[in-house]
C-alpha cells in the first residue's frame, strides 16, 4: 500500500509502497478515508531533531487526523461493524493511570515510559491506504462524510478542549470571547463558540479572507494593525475579553491577548510557535489566567464528532489524492493553503 514516510530529522517525507498492516488484539484496521496534514507534522520533519527523543523518532508513516472504514477487526474485539465509519482519536497513552482512565491520554501519567506519543506521532499513522488503531481510539461518524471529518480529530478537539475548559468564564450574559489566529483551528474555534456558548465573538486576523470566512459563523472581526488593542477593548465596552484564544502562540499573538483580557479572564494560548512572553503583577490583569491546553479526551471528540453531524462545524477542507500528498505537505509549508489539506486515498 502506499504510505508517507518520514524517514529522518530534518528530511521531507517520501511516498512509498509498505505492507498493508495487520490488527493485533484489541485492535482494528481501518481503510483510510481522510487524513488530515497538520502543522505539527511539518514541524516533525521540518524542526524537530535527536532532542526530541526517542518516541517521535523515524521510521513511521505520518498522518494524526485520520478518518475511516472498518476493514477488519483483531482478536478480542467486538461490537464494530465492517464498513461503519469512525474518526480516530489519536493520543495513545498507558490506559491504566488515572488520566488515561477518564480518556485524556495526552495527559498520561506514565507518557515518558511509552514507545511513541500517538497515531502518526512515532506510531504508523493514517497518511496510507490503511491504518492499525486500538479499538478504544474509534469515535463513530455515523453517516455523516468521513473524508472531511478527518481533520476534526485535531484540529477540531483541540480548539473545543480548550473553550470546554474557559466556559465558566462565557457562562451568562453579556460575555465575549476573543479568537485570535484565523487558522484551520482558529476558524474551527469560532463555529464551536458560537455552538456552545452565548458570548460576542471577536476574532482578529491580518488576512481579509480569513475575517470574512470567520464572519459567516457570527464573529465580529478586527484586522491586526496600530489600532488592534483599542478597537477590541472598544467592542467588549473597555473591559476587555472574558475568554481570549490564541491560536498562533507567538510572542506578539500572546501580547495581545493579554492587553486585551479582562480583569479575572482567561487566556488559552493552544497555537504552538513557542513564543516567550513576559509578566509582570502590575501589567496582568487581577486574577486573570494565562495556560496552555494540548488536544483534549476522547470524550471530547464524541462531542465534536455529535457537532459535526449537526452541521454544526464545517471545516474547510481541500481535497489530494495520496499521490499528491507530497504535494500537500509542501503547500502547508510554504503557507500557500488556505484550507485544511485532506489526503483521500480511496478517492
Given at each position: ?12 517525507p517520501?511516498?512509498e509502497?509498505i505492507?498493508?498492516p495487520?490488527?493485533?488484539p ?18 516533525i520533519f ?11 523518532g523515524?521510521?513511521y ?43 485524556q ?12 506519543k500517538?497515531i502518526?506521532?512515532?506510531?504508523d499513522?493514517?497518511m ?10 474509534l469515535?463513530p461518524?455515523?453517516?455523516?462524510d468521513?473524508?472531511?471529518?478527518a481533520?476534526l480529530?485535531?484540529a477540531?478537539l483541540?480548539?473545543y ?26 476558524q474551527?474555534g ?9 458570548a ?5 486576523d ?5 475575517m470574512?470566512a ?13 489600532d488592534?488593542?483599542a ?16 491560536f ?7 501580547e ?7 480583569v ?14 513576559s ?14 491546553t494540548y ?10 464528532a ?9 471545516p ?14 509542501q ?8 484550507a ?7 478517492p
Open positions: 500500500m502506499k504510505a508517507v514516510r518520514f524517514t529522518d530529522w530534518k528530511t521531507f517520501t511516498l509502497d505492507p498493508r495487520e490488527p493485533g484489541g485492535e482494528v484496521l481501518l481503510k483510510v478515508a481522510g487524513s488530515g496534514a497538520c502543522h505539527s507534522d511539518v514541524a521540518e524542526d524537530f531533531d535527536e532532542s526530541m527523543g526517542d518516541q517521535l523515524p521510521t508513516t505520518l498522518g494524526h487526523e485520520v478518518s475511516g472504514w472498518i476493514e477488519e477487526l483483531g482478536s478480542g474485539v467486538t461490537g464494530f461493524e465492517k464498513g461503519a465509519a469512525h474518526l480516530v482519536y489519536g493520543p495513545i497513552g498507558c490506559g491504566h493511570c488515572r488520566v488515561c482512565a477518564r480518556g491520554d495526552t495527559l498520561c501519567e506514565n507518557e515518558a515510559t511509552l514507545p511513541y500517538g502518526g506521532l512515532g506510531r499513522g493514517g496510507a491506504e490503511y491504518v492499525v488503531v486500538p479499538a478504544r481510539n469515535v461518524l455515523g453517516d455523516a468521513p473524508i472531511d471529518a481533520p480529530s485535531d477540531g483541540t480548539p478542549h480548550a473553550i470546554k475548559l474557559s466556559l465558566p468564564r462565557l457562562q451568562g450574559g453579556g460575555k465575549t470571547a476573543l479568537v485570535i489566529g484565523l487558522g484551520g483551528l482558529g474551527v469560532v463555529q464551536i463558540l458560537a455552538a456552545i456558548t452565548g460576542k465573538i471577536i476574532a482578529t491580518t488576512k481579509p479572507e480569513a470574512a470567520a464572519e459567516q459563523f457570527g464573529a465580529v472581526t478586527v484586522p491586526g494593525g496600530e488592534q488593542v478597537r477590541i477593548r472598544e467592542l467588549t465596552g473597555g473591559k476587555g475579553a472574558d475568554a481570549v484564544f490564541d498562533v502562540g507567538a510572542t506578539p499573538t500572546i495581545l491577548a493579554q492587553k486585551t483580557v479582562a479575572g479572564g482567561r487566556i488559552s494560548v493552544v497555537g504552538i510557535a513557542g513564543g516567550p512572553v509578566w509582570s503583577f502590575f501589567t496582568n490583569p487581577y486574577e486573570a489566567e494565562l495556560t496552555n488536544w483534549g479526551t476522547i470524550e471530547e471528540l464524541h462531542e465534536v455529535d457537532l459535526y453531524r449537526d452541521g454544526k462545524i464545517v474547510a477542507v481541500q481535497r489530494y489524492p495520496i499521490d499528491q500528498a507530497l504535494e500537500a505537505y503547500a502547508l509549508s510554504d503557507g500557500t493553503l488556505s485544511r489539506a485532506v489526503i483521500v486515498p480511496h
